[in-house]
T-cell receptor, first 110, second 120 residues
Framework: GQQVMQIPQYQHVQEGEDFTTYCNSSTTLSNIQWYKQRPGGHPVFLIQLVKSGEVKKQKRLTFQFGEAKKNSSLHITATQTTDVGTYFCAPSGGYQKVTFGTGTKLQVIP | DVKVTQSSRYLVKRTGEKVFLECVQDMDHENMFWYRQDPGLGLRLIYFSYDVKMKEKGDIPEGYSVSREKKERFSLILESASTNQTSMYLC???????????????????FGSGTRLTVV
């Protein structure tokens, strides 16, 4: 699978602050998926990005795929306590053997 | 509601035992996967299967084997459990390609709730 570096590993934010996690690859990615895992839960699919420069929004979450398709980011505006969890990026050459990033663990302080 | 079901949420086994972890999906997915998740190491792929009776090694297959006799069921086998196999095990399934997922309108992997295995 394709290897990616995900940063930061941990992030603590005050409720209401913004949060961003980044996913970087040394090689061009075909597509990238993002997942969220709540504490004690399992990863849940959030979104898939396929096109160069693609930007998708889900309420307060904004996902971007870089122009060169070597990086991606997830930005959360005005975090809430329900955003707590670990966010994983997962590049995929197709749909087989998706490799997950190490994840960014988000803590939101009320 | 579509789902992936893992047979046990918690398991405690003794060193040297043969352990079976079962996973069943009801989404007619061709692909099925077994991952283990450990703190600081993220999700690591053990084995995956893209069709009945087909299997491929993932990144950490040593000490494990798998079985896929039916499309909906994928079993992970620890031939002789060891303490370093204490972990959270996650099963997942997906369609075989982006295009199939797009046709059906369901993307990504669907994960089971996980089995926390402790080997003592």
């Amino acid at each position: 699978g394709q290897q990616v570096m995900q940063i930061p590993q941990y992030q603590h934010v005050q409720e209401g602050e913004d949060f961003t996690t980044y996913c970087n690859s040394s090689t061009t990615l075909s597509n990238i998926q993002w997942y969220k895992q709540r504490p004690g839960g399992h990863p849940v699919f959030l979104i898939q990005l396929v096109k160069s420069g693609e930007v998708k929004k889900q309420k307060r979450l904004t996902f971007q795929f870089g122009e060169a398709k070597k990086n991606s980011s997830l930005h959360i505006t005005a975090t809430q306590t329900t955003d707590v969890g670990t966010y994983f990026c997962a590049p995929s050459g197709g749909y087989q053997k998706v490799t997950f990033g190490t994840g960014t663990k988000l803590q939101v302080i009320p | 509601d579509v789902k992936v079901t893992q047979s046990s949420r918690y398991l405690v086994k003794r060193t040297g035992e043969k352990v079976f972890l079962e996973c069943v999906q009801d989404m007619d997915h061709e692909n099925m996967f077994w991952y283990r998740q450990d703190p600081g190491l993220g999700l690591r792929l053990i084995y995956f299967s893209y069709d009945v009776k087909m299997k491929e090694k993932g990144d950490i297959p040593e000490g494990y084997s798998v079985s896929r006799e039916k499309k909906e069921r994928f079993s992970l086998i620890l031939e002789s459990a060891s303490t370093n196999q204490t972990s959270m095990y996650l099963c997942a399934s997906s369609f075989p390609s982006l295009w199939t997922a797009k046709e059906i309108g369901r993307y990504g992997y669907t994960f089971g709730s996980g089995t926390r295995l402790t080997v003592v």
